[in-house]
């Protein structure tokens, strides 16, 4: 018998491992490096970038990238979503352009970014930045209309500081709505700084997949692939460690 | 401490709830205001806090810190009985208050994680806490069992003889009325026909005296129309 966190702690080792099984066995039905090298090939591959200084300036340039884009928009998105938040006409009238931002496609970005950037390091900051705006400022300006009315008029009363009044009822009741886009955010950076090198990028992971695509190196696809998923998880954990230390400020208590 | 309501009306999507009330008071008071359930005495204190705007008329208040006993508490969820006490006044020490209302050892207790009375208590301390010289306490005692009850009485009397200050006080219970009130009001349509009782130093009262206006005090409420169904 297994106790319920240990099965908990071992379920997703055992379903990475059917994983990782079931793309061995297909690679080895398929026995093509050029269509689908297997794990082992994969993960040689994925050594030798790691090993190799481009490897890490390339990681490097691909975090600075999506990181950079990340806290321009959470910083514009706190500041402008707090007050669509608590001045009903500003919710009003910028609500809609949010709206529109955020169901512009990221083809569309990608195309102009050419014209309106140029390829090299600004491009995916920005689309990163573009992607993420939108959906920051929903949720910040939703979370801080979510605040209860009866705490704001209680604020009031015993005349607690507007600073106060900000960090300790209003962001505080608006951190679950942040911590949650964040959490969809941090997967959405990931995938457009990658896309966005991909297309007009001058270094970077998306642009070392471009260049193993030119040269048919297919390891070198999955080995980058892996990188980001890598990537991935670890700015959702670090992401989990930030979120307990904020916990004072979660509601759950 | 002066207090002078004029012509004081309010209404709610179009339903008045309070209708040209004028009452003034001055000194140290203890006021009592008395009423049926939903008759607009939470209504009347939040203009008097000046939080709620009236439709028409005035409330004219010396106070320069106003306390406030909420009747749903309206603690900060993600602070702890410590930090919702210093975040109203971080010069005072929340512990001495806790204790005050015998919250001892639970300062660093959620509100969630405190009972209904416990929670009432908490409010009560964050009012004390904050220095004030008019506190408005919206069925403060609600919620609390009898023994605790009978002693934050004893407290409140304390202070309010002690630090002169103020105090308006929601309540139901004609008992608490007749204990601590040097005036009562109590409430009937809609604050256009209020019955003004003085009674003067509550220190001063027996325990018969207080019986008597108990008994008296219960009598005009059944007459009330509104207090029976
Ligand atoms: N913000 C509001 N919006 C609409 N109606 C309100 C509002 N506040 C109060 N009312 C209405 O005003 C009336 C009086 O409410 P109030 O809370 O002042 O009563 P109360 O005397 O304090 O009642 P209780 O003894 O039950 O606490 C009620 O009918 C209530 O529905
Ligand atoms: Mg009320």
């Known amino acids: 018998m297994l106790s319920s966190s240990r099965r908990k702690a071992l379920a997703p080792i055992i379903s990475v491992g059917l994983l990782l099984l079931g793309w061995f066995i297909a690679s080895v039905i398929v026995s093509s490096d050029l269509l689908l090298p297997g794990p082992l090939e994969t993960m040689d591959e994925f050594l030798r970038i790691v090993s190799s200084s481009r490897g890490w300036s390339d990681i490097a340039e691909t975090c600075s990238k999506a990181f950079l884009g990340l806290f321009i928009a959470l910083g514009l998105a706190l500041s402008i979503g707090f007050f669509m938040g608590i001045i009903d006409i500003l919710y009003e009238l910028i609500k809609p352009i949010v709206v529109i931002l955020q169901s512009i496609p990221i083809v569309s970005w990608l195309a102009l970014a050419i014209f309106w950037w140029g390829v090299g390091f600004s491009s995916p900051v920005y689309i990163v930045f573009l992607t993420l705006f939108p959906?920051?400022?929903?949720?910040?300006?939703?979370?801080?209309?979510?605040?209860?009315?009866?705490?704001?008029?209680?604020?009031?009363?015993?005349?607690?500081?507007?600073?106060?009044?900000?960090?300790?009822?209003?962001?505080?009741?608006?951190?679950?709505?942040?911590?949650?886009?964040?959490?969809?955010?941090?997967?959405?950076?990931?995938?457009?700084?990658?896309?966005?090198?991909?297309?007009?990028?001058a270094s970077g992971i998306g642009r070392a997949m471009s260049d193993a695509k030119y040269s048919i190196n297919i390891e070198r696809v999955f080995a980058y692939t892996l990188i980001l998923v890598v990537l991935g998880i670890l700015t959702e954990r670090l992401l989990d460690m930030i979120i307990k230390r904020g916990s004072r400020y979660a509601l759950k208590n | 401490m002066r207090l002078r309501i004029s012509n004081l009306s309010r209404a709610f999507d179009g339903e008045t709830i309070v209708d040209k009330f004028s009452y003034s008071l001055e000194g140290d008071f203890f006021l009592t205001i008395l009423g049926s359930s939903g008759c607009g005495k939470t209504t009347l204190l939040r203009m008097i806090s000046g939080i709620l705007k009236p439709d028409t008329g005035r409330v004219e208040l010396q106070s320069k810190r106003l306390g406030f006993v909420f009747q749903d508490d309206r603690l900060i969820p993600w602070l702890n009985a410590f930090q919702n006490i210093s975040i109203v006044s971080p010069e005072s020490n929340?512990?001495?208050?806790?204790?005050?209302?015998?919250?001892?050892?639970?300062?660093?207790?959620?509100?969630?994680?405190?009972?209904?009375?416990?929670?009432?208590?908490?409010?009560?301390?964050?009012?004390?806490?904050?220095?004030?010289?008019?506190?408005?306490?919206?069925?403060?005692?609600?919620?609390?069992?009898?023994?605790?009850?009978?002693?934050?009485?004893?407290?409140?009397q304390k202070i309010w003889t002690g630090k002169k200050i103020s105090i308006i006080m929601v309540t139901h219970d004609p008992a608490e009325a007749a204990r601590l009130s040097t005036d009562i009001i109590l409430v009937q349509d809609k604050f256009s026909k209020v019955d003004e009782i003085k009674l003067g130093d509550p220190l001063r009262r027996s325990p018969d005296d207080m019986d008597l206006i108990t008994r008296d005090l219960l009598s005009r409420m059944k007459k009330f129309s509104s207090f029976v169904h």
């Open chain 2, 94 to 156: 929340p512990v001495e208050y806790l204790s005050f209302v015998g919250l001892k050892g639970h300062d660093s207790k959620y509100p969630s994680q405190l009972s209904g009375g416990m929670r009432r208590r908490l409010n009560i301390a964050r009012a004390l806490a904050f220095n004030p010289d008019l506190i408005l306490m919206d069925e403060p005692f609600n919620s609390l069992d009898v023994v605790i009850k009978d002693r934050l009485i004893e407290d409140i």
């Open chain 1, 135 to 201: 959906v920051f400022t929903i949720n910040v300006a939703e979370g801080v209309r979510n605040v209860d009315k009866k705490l704001v008029e209680m604020a009031k009363i015993y005349k607690i500081p507007k600073s106060r009044v900000f960090a300790k009822i209003y962001l505080a009741s608006a951190f679950p709505f942040i911590v949650s886009s964040m959490r969809v955010g941090i997967g959405i950076m990931w995938k457009s700084v990658a896309v966005a090198e991909f297309m007009v990028g």
